[in-house]
């Protein structure tokens, strides 16, 4: 493995950036606005699971390819980008029985579904996310040693494991915050509908941001 000084500048710029605000906190806040902070949680988890396919082709060097090939880094972002404007506007187009699971009450089977969508669709996001790629592939690098006992692949797999753990804590702790703001409005139908819709806005608004992004 790397060295220890080299660990430690790992673990320390790893944290800072974990807990910067970016698009993975605003989307898993957006969740648990929308759904409740079960569900919120689950899009963490999605997001989380999400991460290894990045993790996995960095550490194959499969990455590399976004670079290679423009066209397939486009694509895949505006794949990402539709899909999250889709999950916005779904929301704004919700039935009354997304309200009642912010409120509390609902059937017993009702909640593991909305849960399981959004662990499902946190998964396709993740995984049409082309920058988590290339964030892998430029930041990983960084902190290899090709000199050290253990292969460079598994160097990226153990290093890249607990980027995605460190991101993940931080999208926890986002959606504990979230949860706590709709705690307070639970009793009130009006609010309910409003934190629907701005977890759709904020996920169209991820949507358009991703799409317009040069890089």
């Not at 059937?107 to 399981?116: F, L």
């Amino acid at each position: 493995m790397p060295s220890t000084e080299l660990l430690i500048a790992f673990f320390a710029t790893t944290a800072i950036f974990a807990y910067i605000p970016g698009p993975a906190m605003l989307y898993a806040a957006a969740q648990t606005m929308a759904r409740g902070r079960w569900s919120g949680l689950m899009a963490v988890l999605g997001i989380h699971l999400g991460g290894y396919v990045h993790v996995i082709a960095a550490a194959a060097g499969l990455s590399v390819l976004f670079h290679a090939v423009p066209t397939l880094y486009v694509a895949v972002k505006l794949a990402g980008a539709l899909y999250l404007i889709w999950l916005g506007v779904s929301l704004f187009r919700a039935k009354a029985q997304d309200d009642a699971v912010l409120s509390g009450s609902v059937a017993s089977g009702m909640v593991p579904k909305s849960a399981r969508r959004a662990f499902f669709e946190s998964i396709t996001v993740e995984v049409l996310n082309p920058k988590t790629a290339i964030f892998f592939m430029a930041f990983l690098p960084q902190f290899i040693d090709a000199s050290a006992t253990f292969p460079v692949w598994l160097q990226f797999l153990v290093l890249g494991t607990i980027v995605n753990l460190m991101f993940s804590s931080a999208d926890v702790v986002c959606v504990v915050l979230a949860g706590a703001l709709i705690t307070g409005l639970r009793r009130s139908s009006h609010a309910q509908r409003l934190m629907r819709r701005a977890g759709g806005v904020v996920l169209v608004g991820l949507g358009v941001h991703v799409a317009l992004q040069k890089s």
